[in-house]
């Protein structure tokens, strides 16, 4: 399995391959919704060791913090939810086929529910989309329009109401390829969201091979 992840990483750095990927590239929301909709899936941090790691962190988290419940914004396709224990949730994802796949596989779990959203056309001041905690799982490295971006990790901290778990990349410039854009978001959080503070960080285990580490931000006394 390694060594095809290497040989993946190889060719996506290709000038080449980077060219006609650039040029194929449609923008975020079509991209994704395209590739569940081809058949594809949320990715590889979505499945095997990887996502049980994911789900040991955030679990562990939810039951130590007393987490009621969770609003979880770009939920992909339920593979990585199928390994969460959440006493209520919200799946959000822009790719309908997405949020399809998840209604149909927790069809007969009455503590989950779905949303497609387009997020140029949701705002929620009132707080409908609310949780206790509001996650987002390998999300914002995938984000590449800057206003997507913004739009999102506004979202984010609107949409809970004690503490946001973020996994993902927190070092700019690394990109491996036109569907991923590395930020230093934690700096932005710093900027925009004062209300909140980092209260913890976790890097993956050796034996885990993704990019991303978890962020845990409280709300501030
Ligand atoms: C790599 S997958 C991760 C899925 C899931 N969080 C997980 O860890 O398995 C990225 C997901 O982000 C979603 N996404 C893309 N743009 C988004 C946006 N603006 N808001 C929320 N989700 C978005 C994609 O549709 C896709 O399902």
């Known amino acids: 399995m390694s060594s095809i992840r290497s040989v993946v990483s190889t060719l996506s750095k290709n000038p080449l391959v980077l060219k006609v990927r650039k040029t194929a590239f449609k923008g975020t929301t079509e991209y994704w919704e395209s590739r569940?909709?081809?058949g594809g899936n949320s990715g590889?941090?979505?499945?095997?060791?990887?996502?049980?790691?994911?789900?040991?962190?955030?679990?562990d988290w939810v039951a130590e913090l007393g987490v009621a419940s969770v609003v979880d914004l770009g939920c992909g396709d339920g593979n990585q939810l199928g390994l969460a224990k959440?006493?209520?949730?919200?799946?959000?994802?822009?790719?309908?086929?997405?949020?399809?796949?998840?209604?149909?596989?927790?069809?007969?779990?009455?503590?989950?529910?779905?949303?497609?959203?387009?997020p140029q056309a949701l705002a929620d001041p009132a707080g409908w989309l609310r949780g206790d905690l509001?996650?987002?799982?390998?999300?914002?490295?995938?984000?590449?329009?800057?206003?997507?971006?913004?739009?999102?990790?506004?979202?984010?901290?609107?949409?809970?109401?004690?503490?946001?778990?973020?996994?993902?990349n927190d070092t700019s410039g690394s990109e491996q390829g036109p569907t991923e854009r590395h930020r230093d978001f934690t700096k932005?959080?710093?900027?925009?969201?004062?209300e909140w503070e980092?209260?913890?960080?976790?890097?993956?285990?050796?034996?885990i091979n993704l990019m991303s580490s978890f962020f845990l931000y409280k709300r501030k006394a």
């Open 36 to 38: 569940y909709a081809k």
């Open 86 to 118: 959440y006493p209520r949730y919200l799946g959000m994802d822009p790719s309908a086929t997405a949020v399809r796949m998840c209604m149909e596989r927790f069809a007969d779990d009455p503590t989950k529910s779905f949303l497609a959203y387009d």
């Open 188 to 194: 932005w959080i710093e900027r925009t969201q004062q």
């Open 44 to 59: 590889a941090g979505s499945y095997g060791r990887e996502a049980e790691w994911k789900a040991e962190v955030v679990n």
């Open 198 to 207: 980092l209260d913890r960080r976790v890097e993956p285990p050796s034996d």
């Open 134 to 168: 509001a996650l987002s799982m390998e999300v914002i490295f995938h984000l590449i329009e800057e206003e997507l971006f913004e739009n999102y990790m506004t979202r984010l901290f609107a949409s809970a109401e004690r503490y946001v778990v973020i996994c993902s």
